[in-house]
């Protein structure tokens, strides 16, 4: 586990980091050591052996002699990887049983006393199989098989207090049940972060393939019709996919399935939109925006149809969305021994932030919340963050308004969640269902300077709200344990008694969730990932997203440890494999929750590389292997 480690208040200026970040490396290669070694040892210089048997990890190894020495003095170690310094996992030897294939490694240097395995073909990010696979039966937890309900809006924060406007919400849903404290996103932009709840798998297994197309900016949103380069934000969302989400698995296990409003952003979308009676794959009812907005939007419908609605009051998306959930839940009720699972995803708080007309005139006195992060340049961010020139008077102004209108957008969606709780109490049914309310990510304000948006690692951008009512769970708890969006999928289908599918990073939470089980054996750390989409502004205006926010990242909270940190290495988006990061941060959350004072310098070379080994692993990870 990585140690504890103080905040010093200390601005670290680096000379090689004022244009772009590039951290030097003292050694780049060394020379090959074979000579300590036994001869029935083949070495392999410049690679490191993935996918071996038996692991075992040592820090602080001054060579590759030594990382030899230590694999023939180890019981049943026939090969061995030794990182020497300079590289991503500096001075680490890596014991095998049995080697794994080979792959390039700058600097690495690899031996094997017993047949190495050929280099199969470059990896790609895996598909799930064109069939579903056959489902074990099992048994769902509570002895009988739950409706769920999710409702889910777009780019809510919890650190301007966006619940604070969500009384009925708190009420309905919070105090009958539990709010978390610490759910993340592991993607903090729409389209990617959508695509991971309906997976249930992370970024790093759902991002298009190297090439080309994969270093574009400014790409991955365009609207149903135009060509889409980079995907749907740099995620492949291909029918495959579609065919093998959380929705299509609890269809095939009894369940009528329902969903309304948001779902993908347009690229995703398009293969539906055209009115060529496409349906879209797993739901039996289906009301999808083709673009997302507040008014005047076409929708597919379930047999593949588009359906336009105007601009009156009555056509107010949150409202379409709230009253077609209502009506599904209606329905299903008069046959209660089908379960059912429903999800209601709004436009709101999303900008243009268009209160419904009713509630354009509410809280007249409310301003944007000023945390410490607003307008702070903070000490020792990736430059180009650090350098934004401070907000002006009218800038900061305008946000108040911003403000104010995500937060009357939100009373609309409080209405819905209002008639969706109050149905469900007509129909008798609250004490079989379970409701999950959550937003795709968060969203900031003027925090170290940006504009409206999101797409950092940051508290304000990976931290979204998670409210959980249900039968078994604790009225008014707040679970602490490190969880998110990815977390959703394998979840709902534990509910059902489904399997987790092999391909699924994420885990279930009932275990934590219903039966009150300690932390102690839950993940310590979950990760946050995104790949630059917009390109650096030509008129030198304010960065809110560019080439070199790319990174990996993971957020840590080990109760046993007390550990309660973010740690992010940042590279360009052009770097697909992360062989050349450019930047670290690491925050102590209970020392700088406002993620303020970049600590990383002044952390232990040792407890870095600790860092770096448990992130590159996380990182990646596939399925069963991922914590």
Same mark, same amino acid.
Not at 137 to 163: A, C, R, Y
Not at 172 to 193: D, E, I, M, Q
Not at 351 to 373: D, G, H, I
Not at 495 to 518: C, F, W, Y
């Given at each position: 586990?990585?140690?504890?480690?103080?905040?010093?208040?200390?601005?670290?200026?680096?000379?090689?980091?004022?244009?772009?970040?590039?951290?030097?490396?003292?050694?780049?290669?060394?020379?090959?050591?074979?000579?300590?070694?036994?001869?029935?040892?083949?070495?392999?210089?410049?690679?490191?052996?993935?996918?071996?048997?038996?692991?075992?990890?040592?820090?602080?190894?001054?060579?590759?002699?030594?990382?030899?020495?230590?694999?023939?003095?180890?019981?049943?170690?026939?090969?061995?990887?030794?990182?020497?310094?300079?590289?991503?996992?500096?001075?680490?030897?890596?014991?095998?049983?049995?080697?794994?294939?080979?792959?390039?490694?700058?600097?690495?240097?690899?031996?094997?006393?017993?047949?190495?395995?050929?280099?199969?073909?470059?990896?790609?990010?895996?598909?799930?199989?064109?069939?579903?696979?056959?489902?074990?039966?099992?048994?769902?937890?509570?002895?009988?098989?739950?409706?769920?309900?999710?409702?889910?809006?777009?780019?809510?924060?919890?650190?301007?207090?966006?619940?604070?406007?969500?009384?009925?919400?708190?009420?309905?849903?919070?105090?009958?049940?539990?709010?978390?404290?610490?759910?993340?996103?592991?993607?903090?932009?729409?389209?990617?972060?959508?695509?991971?709840?309906?997976?249930?798998?992370?970024?790093?297994?759902?991002?298009?393939?190297?090439?080309?197309?994969?270093?574009?900016?400014?790409?991955?949103?365009?609207?149903?019709?135009?060509?889409?380069?980079?995907?749907?934000?740099?995620?492949?969302?291909?029918?495959?996919?579609?065919?093998?989400?959380?929705?299509?698995?609890?269809?095939?296990?009894?369940?009528?399935?329902?969903?309304?409003?948001?779902?993908?952003?347009?690229?995703?979308?398009?293969?539906?939109?055209?009115?060529?009676?496409?349906?879209?794959?797993?739901?039996?009812?289906?009301?999808?925006?083709?673009?997302?907005?507040?008014?005047?939007?076409?929708?597919?419908?379930?047999?593949?149809?588009?359906?336009?609605?105007?601009?009156?009051?009555?056509?107010?998306?949150?409202?379409?969305?709230?009253?077609?959930?209502?009506?599904?839940?209606?329905?299903?009720?008069?046959?209660?021994?089908?379960?059912?699972?429903?999800?209601?995803?709004?436009?709101?708080?999303?900008?243009?932030?268009?209160?419904?007309?009713?509630?354009?005139?509410?809280?007249?006195?409310?301003?944007?919340?000023?945390?410490?992060?607003?307008?702070?340049?903070?000490?020792?961010?990736?430059?180009?963050?650090?350098?934004?020139?401070?907000?002006?008077?009218?800038?900061?102004?305008?946000?108040?308004?911003?403000?104010?209108?995500?937060?009357?957008?939100?009373?609309?969606?409080?209405?819905?969640?209002?008639?969706?709780?109050?149905?469900?109490?007509?129909?008798?049914?609250?004490?079989?269902?379970?409701?999950?309310?959550?937003?795709?990510?968060?969203?900031?304000?003027?925090?170290?300077?940006?504009?409206?948006?999101?797409?950092?690692?940051?508290?304000?951008?990976?931290?979204?709200?998670?409210?959980?009512?249900?039968?078994?769970?604790?009225?008014?708890?707040?679970?602490?344990?490190?969880?998110?969006?990815?977390?959703?999928?394998?979840?709902?289908?534990?509910?059902?008694?489904?399997?987790?599918?092999?391909?699924?990073?994420?885990?279930?939470?009932?275990?934590?969730?219903?039966?009150?089980?300690?932390?102690?054996?839950?993940?310590?750390?979950?990760?946050?990932?995104?790949?630059?989409?917009?390109?650096?502004?030509?008129?030198?205006?304010?960065?809110? %997203?560019? =080439? @070199?926010?790319?990174?990996?990242?993971?957020?840590?909270? $080990? *109760?046993?440890?007390?550990? &309660?940190?973010?740690? /992010?290495?940042?590279?360009?988006?052009?770097?697909?494999?992360? %062989?050349? =990061? @450019?930047?670290?941060?690491?925050?102590?959350?209970?020392? $700088? *929750?406002?993620?303020?004072? &970049?600590?990383?310098? /002044?952390?232990?070379?040792?407890?870095?590389?600790?860092?770096?080994?448990?992130?590159?692993?996380?990182?990646?990870?596939?399925?069963?292997?991922? *914590?």
């Amino acid at each position: 586990k990585p140690q504890q480690v103080p905040i010093i208040n200390m601005l670290y200026i680096h000379a090689l980091t004022l244009c772009c970040g590039l951290l030097a490396s003292t050694e780049r290669s060394v020379a090959k050591e074979d000579s300590a070694c036994p001869s029935n040892f083949i070495f392999l210089n410049g690679s490191g052996l993935s996918g071996g048997a038996g692991n075992d990890t040592l820090t602080g190894i001054l060579s590759a002699a030594d990382c030899c020495a230590h694999c023939t003095a180890a019981p049943n170690c026939s090969a061995f990887t030794y990182h020497p310094a300079g590289g991503h996992s500096a001075r680490v030897c890596s014991l095998w049983t049995l080697p794994g294939q080979p792959h390039h490694s700058d600097g690495a240097i690899s031996a094997s006393s017993v047949p190495i395995p050929g280099p199969g073909p470059a990896p790609s990010p895996p598909t799930p199989p064109a069939t579903l696979p056959p489902i074990p039966p099992v048994h769902p937890p509570l002895g009988f098989k739950p409706n769920i309900v999710l409702i889910m809006t777009d780019d809510q924060d919890v650190e301007l207090d966006s619940l604070d406007a969500m009384p009925k919400l708190r009420s309905l849903v919070g105090n009958v049940g539990a709010t978390h404290r610490h759910w993340y996103v592991n993607t903090p932009v729409c389209c990617p972060s959508r695509t991971e709840t309906l997976s249930g798998r992370y970024h790093h297994n759902l991002r298009d393939a190297p090439g080309p197309e994969w270093s574009l900016s400014g790409c991955g949103d365009e609207p149903v019709g135009h060509s889409h380069p980079c995907g749907c934000m740099r995620v492949n969302t291909s029918r495959v996919f579609e065919e093998h989400h959380y929705g299509d698995y609890l269809r095939s296990s009894g369940y009528r399935t329902g969903y309304f409003g948001k779902y993908l952003n347009p690229p995703a979308m398009d293969p539906y939109c055209h009115n060529k009676s496409t349906k879209v794959p797993g739901w039996d009812e289906f009301y999808g925006m083709c673009i997302t907005a507040y008014y005047d939007v076409p929708w597919v419908t379930s047999e593949g149809n588009i359906e336009k609605t105007g601009s009156a009051p009555e056509e107010y998306t949150t409202s379409i969305i709230g009253n077609k959930t209502v009506d599904f839940i209606r329905r299903a009720a008069l046959n209660p021994t089908v379960p059912f699972f429903v999800s209601a995803a709004t436009r709101a708080p999303h900008e243009p932030q268009t209160p419904a007309p009713w509630y354009e005139s509410a809280f007249p006195e409310v301003k944007n919340l000023v945390t410490p992060a607003f307008n702070a340049t903070g000490m020792g961010h990736v430059p180009w963050l650090q350098n934004q020139r401070p907000l002006s008077v009218s800038e900061a102004a305008s946000y108040d308004k911003v403000f104010a209108d995500r937060w009357r957008t939100l009373l609309s969606v409080d209405d819905l969640v209002e008639a969706v709780v109050h149905e469900l109490a007509d129909a008798n049914l609250l004490s079989k269902t379970f409701i999950f309310y959550t937003s795709d990510h968060g969203f900031h304000l003027g925090h170290l300077r940006l504009g409206p948006g999101k797409s950092h690692f940051y508290e304000f951008d990976s931290r979204v709200p998670m409210l959980i009512s249900g039968p078994g769970i604790s009225a008014g708890s707040t679970p602490t344990f490190a969880a998110g969006n990815v977390d959703l999928a394998p979840t709902f289908l534990a509910l059902a008694g489904v399997t987790k599918p092999l391909q699924m990073d994420g885990r279930s939470i009932l275990p934590v969730l219903l039966q009150n089980k300690t932390t102690e054996r839950w993940r310590t750390m979950y990760p946050i990932e995104y790949s630059g989409l917009l390109g650096w502004p030509k008129d030198g205006g304010r960065i809110n %997203d560019c =080439p @070199n926010n790319t990174y990996r990242s993971m957020r840590i909270l $080990d *109760p046993s440890t007390k550990e &309660n940190a973010i740690f /992010s290495e940042y590279t360009t988006v052009s770097d697909y494999s992360y %062989d050349e =990061p @450019n930047y670290h941060e690491f925050y102590d959350i209970d020392q $700088d *929750p406002y993620q303020l004072n &970049n600590t990383w310098e /002044s952390i232990p070379v040792e407890t870095q590389q600790v860092l770096l080994h448990q992130l590159e692993a996380l990182w990646g990870c596939r399925g069963e292997t991922c *914590p």
